[in-house]
């Protein structure tokens, strides 16, 4: 058995770095007065920024750390085998920890937080390939929680019947060039209806977005004259992401 001290020290001992680059960082920006005055002549915003640079952000990046920290342990403590686990402290674990620690703080999304816990977790669980949890963390650094939430919802579309052929395909509005009667009896899920809080123009930057990362594919190009951004299905790119960021129920 092995309790996984090691781990655990190097993770504080990381957290503590990170910290105390943050709090350096503020000092830093306190002591160039010649700074401070410029920003704080800003119109508008001037004393904001000041404030936020003068420490007030520093405190928001430890924070989101902090909360990212509890949610980790947390879920590491829960995991049946945890004790039964040997990752020892080198390069792999410090380059990975840094990486999050650096996403983490700069994102305000306690969602996105937590899908780093996920990632963080299953790469302490399983101890896959550092190299793949790194492509993977840096892919989610990447994107939105807008982006996961299509994404999931994109794996869990019904297969369609031919002429799609099995395909989980979907759109995201109901624009479109040709019937789509005259060529499938199944109506083709419109996953706009899912998310009424994003804009049809905001959807369209989610899927390109999404298909240039391999996420998504752009299944209406060349079917019965339709046009780009028409239709669309999830990758197999797609659905190894998603394991990576979904809880995993034990």
């Known amino acids: 058995m092995h309790d996984n001290k090691k781990v655990t020290d190097h993770i504080s001992t990381q957290t503590d770095l990170v910290v105390s680059g943050i709090t350096k960082a503020s000092s830093a920006y306190c ?3 010649p700074l401070r005055a410029a920003i704080q002549a800003i119109p508008v915003l001037g004393g904001s920024l000041d404030t936020l640079l003068a420490g007030l952000g520093a405190k928001y990046q430890y924070e989101r750390l902090e ?5 980790l342990s947390r879920r ?3 995991a049946k085998i945890c004790n039964q686990l040997v990752i020892e ?3 792999p674990l410090f380059d990975f920890t840094v990486q999050v620690f650096d996403a983490v703080i700069k994102s305000r999304s306690e969602e996105k937080q937590k899908l780093f816990a996920t990632l963080f977790t299953h790469q302490v669980l399983n101890n896959y390939n550092w190299d793949e949890a790194g492509t993977a963390a840096r892919l989610l650094n990447e994107l939105t929680p807008m982006h996961v939430q299509l ?3 994109a794996m869990n579309v019904k297969p369609c019947p031919s002429p799609f052929d099995g395909l989980r395909v ?3 509005s109901e624009e479109s060039n040709i019937s789509e009667d005259n060529f499938t009896a199944t109506p083709i899920p419109n ?3 899912d998310l009424p809080a994003i804009s049809p123009s905001a959807l ?6 999404l298909i240039a990362r391999g996420l998504l594919h752009d299944e209406g190009i060349g079917r019965w004259s339709t046009g780009n951004m028409q239709y669309f299905i999830s990758t197999d790119m797609a659905q190894w992401f998603l394991n990576w960021i979904i809880e995993q129920e034990n």
């Open 31 to 33: 002591d160039k007065f």
């Open 67 to 71: 909360h990212f920290i509890i949610d």
């Open 76 to 78: 590491l403590e829960m």
């Open 89 to 91: 402290p080198g390069e």
């Open 151 to 153: 994404l999931s919802l």
């Open 170 to 172: 979907f759109k995201i």
């Open 191 to 193: 996953l706009s209806k």
């Open 204 to 209: 369209k930057m989610i899927c390109s977005e």
